[in-house]
């Protein structure tokens, strides 16, 4: 039992990345399901660090982290002063910012015999593991690709990336074949309409989803850049892990996008107020001219990648879009002459609710006509148009009331009862 412990945590190879670092304060970072073992692993990894160095190794345990469990909590792990983080279960493999990693992934049982007998059905090549080089003149779309797990995010990322793939998963937990994936493939038909519903959108929050892989913060910036160059409005909302509560916080973001890791990234409900994106749907959906080719990005460099290259490709003076959702053509707030001549707000963000009223309505049935979005444009406009705003003020008393000596005492018994 000792042994299939210390096989399940690599205790052995732990504490050789941290003797061969040097490292004397470790921070390890369990996720909810293995935090019952953290004590047991801290024992361990401390027996075994001091017959191997005569120097003091610290180690520091770390739960409910701020964001998803499967990123590396920089941020936790600074506050402690750690060199380090060794980081248990579930991952996403992200790259950390500051501090060096070390991943245990844990042992996983599997029939061997069970999933070959599966798998030699559909072999036909072997290119094994998360990356891999493709023959010369080959497509990854002429090859099938064979899923060992469970339908975690993980795999939800994988059918969204590799989407005109043939995908067969094996549950070796269950020891069962799946081969068909229609839940999966609505993912995507369920991405491409909220793109199509985030054009429309005029208010944009940013949501930071981490604060440890590598590119997080040029990511916030490019969203920025991004969203400022469509002619919208942005806020940058840090807030930990989100949810429909949390969101429903922020009425006026008619969308929000969510920059987080791979594996967290797609964050979908029902319950949510307004629709929350990936940086690459943001791209899709305020650039003007880009068009989904089927790829599908979820790394933060992949995505500014993109946005490059579709700028250069799309340079030009923008026209009125077709709406889905208003039904016709909509000319967005920046106008082509607004474009031209590089204006920028100026930070009188209440003047623009003059503007609305020289918007141009779409009337009757004909598509053709050109409408002009006359919703809010920024949140002191949004909160300028509620129809309740709290209490009435009475403007012309304007003096202050005089105070009053309140009563004293026990709220079982005041003093003048």
Not at 80 to 99: F, K, M, N, W
Request: glycine content about 6%; proline content about 3%; some cysteine.
């Amino acid at each position: 039992m000792e042994l299939e412990f210390e096989s399940k945590f690599e205790i052995n190879c732990t504490v050789e990345f941290i003797i061969s670092k040097s490292f004397t304060r470790i921070a390890l970072q369990f996720p909810d399901e293995l935090l019952k073992d953290s004590t047991k692993v801290v024992s361990a990894l401390k027996s075994k660090t001091r017959l191997l160095t005569d120097r003091e190794v610290r180690f520091f345990v770390m739960a409910d982290t701020t964001y998803g469990s499967c990123c590396i909590d920089e941020v936790g792990a600074l506050h402690i002063d750690a060199e380090c983080v060794v980081h248990y279960g579930q991952t996403c493999l992200s790259p950390t910012s500051v501090l060096p990693a070390f991943f245990v992934f844990g042992k996983a049982s599997i029939n061997v015999s069970s999933c070959v007998k599966h798998l030699i059905d559909y072999a036909s090549y072997r290119l094994g593991g998360l990356t891999w080089d493709l023959p010369e003149g080959s497509k990854i779309e002429d090859y099938l690709l064979f899923w060992i797990g469970s339908d975690s995010s993980a795999f939800a990322n994988v059918v969204l990336t590799f989407n005109g793939c043939d995908i067969v998963r094996y549950d070796a937990e269950e020891d069962s074949l799946v081969t068909e994936f229609y839940q999966q493939r609505r993912i995507l038909k369920r991405r491409y309409y909220l793109v199509e519903k985030a054009k429309d959108a005029n208010i944009i929050g940013i949501l930071v989803g981490t604060l440890g892989v590598a590119g997080y913060l040029h990511m916030i910036h490019h969203m920025q850049a991004l969203i400022s160059a469509a002619g919208k409005k942005s806020y940058i909302l840090a807030m930990g892990r989100p949810n429909p509560a949390k969101l429903a916080n922020f009425p006026e973001c008619d969308v929000f996008i969510y920059i987080s890791c791979a594996q967290t990234a797609l964050l979908d409900s029902k319950e949510f107020m307004s629709p929350v994106i990936t940086p690459f749907e943001a791209n899709l959906a305020f650039s003007r001219g880009s068009e989904w080719t089927g790829a599908y990005l979820m790394h933060f460099q992949d995505v500014i990648n993109s946005v490059k290259s579709e700028s250069e490709a799309h340079s030009g003076s923008e026209e009125p879009r077709f709406s889905f959702f208003q039904g016709g053509y909509v000319e967005d707030h920046k106008t082509n002459d607004q474009a031209k001549n590089g204006e920028e707000d100026t930070g009188e963000t209440m003047a623009l609710v003059q503007a609305a009223e020289k918007a141009l309505q779409l009337r009757g049935n004909d598509h053709n006509s050109l409408t002009k979005q006359t919703a809010a444009k920024s949140g002191p406009e949004y909160f300028l148009r509620r129809a309740y705003r709290g209490l009435e003020i009475n403007s012309e008393n304007t003096s202050p009331e005089p105070y009053i000596v309140g009563r004293s005492g026990k709220a079982s018994g005041y003093k003048q009862e």
